[in-house]
């Protein structure tokens, strides 16, 4: 679960990027974050990630507080949640395989753990058969898949994704966010920072607007933009 | 399992990574490290020069220094038995460190055992020469000092020692050779550190999306950190290892070349020394390399 109570973020050259935003996301909700470029989506992602430290108010993500948790703490925090981003982030000199197992490697996981889970989660985002494949072999979706693997491998409770379809074209996107739709119905929440209009208003999820770093409307099985916008 | 049993297998399954790591990363990069360990070794063979310099001066000051001694001439008239009573009082003196009493016949022998049997005819039956105390110091620098005091003892004619300018000269010379000598390792030290954390920054450059992919699925700084350090580390003792081997063989051969000439410099050669120079050469490489990458890899942490 994240909680916001009243949150702030200036940066230090005065950008204020987001300003008293509270909101609320229980385990297993799928939460589209939408708005214009600089509504502050992404410092949002960034402040439950961990990245940035909010200026004003408080944060709790599973019953932790953000502000109280010590640097060292941090790698906990992030190893309960699965990041995807905008230009997929693989590392290209590693197979598909290598890429998700390393998610594994960094906290620690045996080899036989690691040998069994990679390849369930390659199945499960639709990859068994590109296992071995560079990255730079892979299409656009394929990759995102891939990233979105290495997110999901280590059994996080919460998938957040920034602009996940951003480089893909309208019908990969599609493929991409029904993964996330398959991923989510398993119980991982889904927050979802993106553009795309046509997916959000037909996907009839939970969606935050965002503008001009407050949050303007958030409605439950809502669209993109308000009709009387 | 137990806590302890689990955290020790999760550290060995860690360190397989990170061994693995840097092996990578040292195949990968190997020109960039090839440059690193090239740099660190040319530092530290230039750190061992100064040293080295440095000790061997220190070598040759002290032994010129303990050389000097004060001639005390006696009286002509004064009988042997009353000069040979001199003898204690220069010893009682503070700062002087051994007495040799040289008579008049002794001081003739050996001048002609040096110049022949004609120094003999010419003096004649009577020996001109004065008996004589050698008096060594134990700090050259209190020379006019003992001298003075020495003089105004009853029946001394003279004293003659090596001129104090010479000592004033020696002293000051030593002292730049040790004051440059340790600006120039502790600057040669400072260029290492700076070379290494170079070196590491561009293997940390060249892998910051790795580092940063890290960060981000949650790795601990400490497994971020270890193989950059122990990268740094491996570069670091091999460059110190390389300047160690030239070292040890230019050395010797400058000494024994040396010797061959000026066989009478005092030259330090003790292995003892050297294998202490050298350790802490080794040492200074490691803590190079280590110092070098850490300050290189905490900029990367702060995501």
């Known amino acids: 679960m994240i909680s916001f109570f009243n949150v702030s973020k200036v940066y230090p050259n005065g950008v204020k990027a987001l300003q008293g935003v509270s909101l609320q996301i229980e385990k297993g909700e799928f939460v589209f974050i939408v708005g214009p470029s600089g509504a502050g989506k992404s410092t949002l992602i960034k402040l439950i990630f961990r990245e940035e430290l909010p200026t004003k108010g408080q944060i709790y993500i599973n019953g932790r507080s953000i ?31 290598e890429n998700v197992a390393f998610a594994m490697q960094v906290v620690g996981a045996k080899r036989s753990e690691i040998k069994k889970r990679v390849p369930e989660v390659l199945k499960m985002v639709g990859l068994e058969k590109r296992m071995d494949d560079y990255p730079l072999q892979l299409s656009g979706g394929e990759q995102q898949r891939t990233a979105i693997a290495r997110a999901l491998v280590n059994n996080p409770s919460t998938i957040i994704a920034d602009e996940p379809t951003g480089n893909l074209d309208i019908n990969t996107s599609w493929e991409i966010m029904e993964c996330f739709q398959e991923i989510n119905d398993k119980g991982t929440t889904i927050i979802i920072a993106t553009h795309a209009k046509e997916i959000v208003d037909s996907m009839r999820q939970r969606v935050i607007g965002l503008e001009r770093g407050k949050i303007v409307r958030d409605e439950h099985r809502g669209v993109y933009a308000n009709a009387t916008t | 399992m137990s806590t302890g049993v689990y955290m020790q297998m999760l550290l060995l399954r860690q360190a397989y990574y990170i061994f693995q790591e840097v092996g990578r990363s040292l195949i990968r990069n190997s020109l960039l490290n090839f440059a690193a360990v ?78 022949g049997d004609e120094v003999e005819e010419s003096v004649g039956e009577e020996n001109p020469l004065p008996d004589t105390i050698k008096v060594k110091i134990s700090d050259p620098r209190e020379v006019n000092k003992i001298a003075a005091e020495i003089e105004d003892l009853p029946g001394v004619e003279s004293v003659r020692y090596g001129g104090q300018d010479f000592v004033k000269k020696l002293f000051s010379l030593t002292n730049w050779v040790r004051i440059i000598g340790l600006l120039l390792i502790t600057l040669l030290g400072f260029c290492g550190i700076f070379l290494i954390a170079t070196t590491t920054r561009l293997t940390i450059f060249a892998r910051r999306r790795e580092i940063n992919i890290m960060k981000y699925v949650g790795a601990t700084d400490w497994f971020v950190r270890w193989p950059f350090l122990l990268e740094g580390i491996i570069l670091g003792f091999f460059g110190a290892l390389l300047a160690v081997g030239v070292l040890y063989f230019s050395y010797g051969a400058l000494i024994a070349k040396i010797q061959e000439t000026i066989s009478f410099l005092p030259l330090v050669n003790s292995s003892a020394v050297l294998f202490r120079i050298f350790e802490g050469l080794l040492a200074i490489g490691i803590v190079m390399g280590a110092v070098g990458s850490t300050f290189s890899v905490r900029r990367y942490l702060r995501v």
């Open chain 1, 67 to 97: 502000l109280r948790m010590k640097r060292r703490d941090v790698p906990y925090l992030r190893r309960q949640i699965g990041m995807v981003f905008q230009d997929f982030r693989l590392l290209p000199d590693r197979t598909v395989y």
């Open chain 2, 38 to 115: 090239g740099t660190t070794a040319i530092s530290l063979f230039v750190l061992g020069v100064g040293v080295l310099l440095v000790i061997n001066t220190n070598e040759i000051a002290k032994t010129i220094e303990s050389d000097i001694e004060i001639m005390v001439y006696m009286r002509h008239n004064l009988a042997e038995e009353d000069a040979l009573t001199l003898e204690p009082l220069i010893d009682n003196i503070s700062g002087v460190q051994e007495t040799t009493f040289i008579s008049r016949d002794e001081a003739l022998k050996s001048l002609v055992k040096q110049f």
